[in-house]
């Protein structure tokens, strides 16, 4: 309800709707008379206050503020403008506003855009950064400015964009951008000229310090390149490792190294259009080098250990002619490979499956499989040296119906296993994660259950350490919403933390994050972001959980497919593609990870 008051008197009132921007008073000859002196004119407004002025009626001239509104007082309109800067009270909105997240320090300058709309018009929008504040660009209805590296203070700065409508309404955002030091030397591990296409970046070390980086790469054909660290010395030149017919790109690369320095990559690849998948191995040994490629199997994605020994179990997915079923492949050195053997039940299409063993060849995998009820369940399998393959185990609980799906598994240096896995709970969007451990001796414990996640998942990735830990990222890409990362910390004698983000940025796309967790308790990851694909890092500190993700490498160029490893000392390594701007001189850098 709006008053309207003559010399303090509240003399009518008058019911509003909304936001009326315009509101009739009738002014009756019972309110007023035909005086010299003005009567004082107070109008209140529940939600935008009181407006006041004079009102005179002389010789039959209706007169407010000094301006003649009627000559016939006795049925005079008052008429008067609700303002709070002119009668339009809706602000602007701001939306779609686009920026780095981190600079580095020896950029000159970087650019933000920002979408603002209003119901009348906008006069303008302004960004500023530490005391400094500019007038963005009007492309209407995008805005845009170009910000100088020099205003921003090193580490996190907060800046703030603030529209502004015709009627002075505003509307506010505000964000942080990170200033950080140069970033420390990569090594180029390819030759970039004429290179069109780089993938399948690994990245591994053992415990002696010494490292092992393999990709795929075309010039005229898909093939496999490797480099090797050497502690003191560096990375060597690379070298090529296969020369396959080229059908298409290869599948999965996968590659584990021993203590002893030797290795083995699993590859798979179509060499022949209309022919099955065939799958490669490739050995290394410090004293020889490397071995020449050799088929071991015709199948498709693939998981690999190799134990000190130099023994080697690889598992694949393969098509028995009901099922995609699960095997699996043994090597001896100097006896090769052994026939395929499957390692699980055959009652349902697999998917999703991990491999993990100790240095000792105890070996553990795991799978998402098709019940055949309408949902699925995660199963696991047992390897011990010796003994063989065990009898393939389910480790979920909970309806047949619900629908489980495998993140990762560990086995420590103990023989223990941990596996971990996220369930629906009947919403599509609400979900939890789960952990599980086997001890040698009594077998898988109990479920321990995280918080309840409602959360859209659209991937997993898990990283364990030795004394029990873990670390989970997931994905999310909840309808309506940029895709984000978050993440939740099992401490193995606490159990399940809280959910947190791993990243604060509600502008930029987040997906695809690889982590390490090293036997401290730190966690590092790295991912892409945003649609210019650039590299970002952050890291996970005990008691304390994830810092500001930050920009990894100048962004000045495409820096795409992170991975990340720990070397002997718990440090992490970055490994990428990076791309010039152009469909070619693609290249692989590495580097640490700081």
Known sequence: TLEFSLNGNVVKTVAIAGAAQQVYIPVQGEYVEDVATPYT?????????????????????????????????????????????????TPPVLSNIASPTSVNEGTTSFGITAEATDNVAVDRVEVSVNGTTVTMTDTGPNYGATVQTEWLNSGQNIVTIIAYDTSGNTDTFSFTIE???????????????????????????????????????????????????????????????????????????????????????????????????????IFYDPSTGWSNVEQIEETYYTDVNLDDNGNAVVIGKKYDGVFHSIFALNYTPGAGWSSMQYIENNNGHTTNYKLAGNSAGVVAAMWTQDNQNGGY?????????????????????????????????????????????????????????????????????????????????????????????????????????????????????????TIQPLENDDINNHAGAKIVLNDSGTAFATWSTGNNNTMVINTFTPGIG????????????????????????????????SQNGSGTNRSVYTAPFE
């Open 546 to 577: 994830w810092g500001t993700h930050r920009l990894a490498r100048p962004n000045d160029f495409i820096t795409t497919n992170p991975n990340i490893a720990l070397d002997h000392t718990g440090a992490a390594h970055l490994i990428w593609r």
């Open 179 to 281: 200033k950080i030091g140069s970033a420390p030397s990569a090594t180029l591990l390819n030759d970039p000229v004429g290179s069109i296409y780089v993938r399948s970046n690994e990245l591994i070390f053992n415990d002696s310090g010494y490292g092992i980086a393999v990709w795929q790469q075309e010039i005229s054909d898909n093939q496999i390149y490797a480099s090797n660290y050497t502690p003191g010395i560096g990375w060597s030149p690379h070298v090529k490792l296969t020369d396959l017919p080229r059908a298409w790109s290869f599948g999965d690369i996968k590659i584990d190294m021993n203590s002893s320095g030797q290795a083995v990559i699993i590859c798979s690849k179509d060499t022949v259009v209309g022919e099955q998948t065939k799958l490669f191995a």
């Open 377 to 497: 369940d995660v199963w696991t399998n047992r390897y011990v040296p010796g003994s063989g393959w065990g009898t393939a185990e389910i480790i979920d609980d909970g309806n047949i119906s619900d629908y489980s799906n495998s993140i990762d598994i560990n086995v420590n240096e103990s023989g223990v296993i941990t596996a971990v896995w996220y369930k629906r709970n009947g919403s599509i969007d609400s979900y939890n994660l789960k952990l599980r451990k086997y001890v040698p001796g009594s077998g898988w414990g109990i479920i321990e259950t995280s918080e309840v996640l409602n959360n859209s998942i659209s991937f997993g990735e898990a990283s364990f350490n030795e004394g029990g830990d873990a670390i989970v990222v997931l994905g999310d890409n909840q309808a309506g919403a940029v895709y984000s990362l978050f993440s939740i910390y099992f401490d193995t004698n606490n159990g399940w933390g």
């Open 41 to 89: 004119y107070t109008i209140t407004h529940p939600s935008y206050g009181t407006l006041t002025g004079s009102m005179a009626v002389t010789m039959n001239q209706f007169v407010i503020d000094g301006t003649l509104i009627e000559n016939d007082y006795e049925y005079a309109n008052f008429t008067r403008l609700l303002t709070s800067g002119g009668g339009d009270v």
